[in-house]
């Protein structure tokens, strides 16, 4: 399954439509990684509400992506992680350190307007 990504302005939007299998979320990684460097992009929002379930491979390839993101320049916000599967996180001791969570989409993109209407966006901050 393809994940769409989307290009708005100096940020990338990414929506995982449904469950990816591991062979898919290396694909993902590398796509939005490629596209950071392209791109110049200053964040990255992953959009994983439809997302019933996190194992530890899709955790530690969103950390990684957030690491990778991060020494080009970029910060990684992930949106809309369901409660159930935060709790199943927890519980496995599964973290995205590193990485912007918000609630879902609308507040993700309001972190990044937040950010871009600084001048600098997200690549001066610390």
């Known amino acids: 399954m393809l994940v769409p990504i989307m290009k708005q302005g100096e940020f ?11 062979a898919e979320l290396l694909a993902l990684r590398d796509q939005l990684v490629g596209k950071v460097r392209q791109f110049r992009s200053s964040a990255v929002l992953i959009d994983v509400t439809v997302l019933d379930i996190m194992d530890s491979f899709a955790a530690r390839t969103l950390r990684s992506i957030s690491s990778m993101t991060k020494l080009l320049g970029a910060k990684t916000i992930v949106v809309g992680i ?6 199943s996180m927890v519980q496995l001791g599964l973290t995205l350190e590193g990485t912007i969570i918000a609630l879902d989409l609308e507040d993700g993109l309001a ?9 600098h966006g997200f690549g001066a901050q610390s």
């Open 12 to 22: 990338l939007i990414a929506s995982i439509q449904g469950a990816l299998s591991d």
């Open 111 to 119: 972190v990044l307007q937040k950010h871009g209407d600084k001048g």
């Open 82 to 87: 369901q409660p159930d599967v935060a709790l």
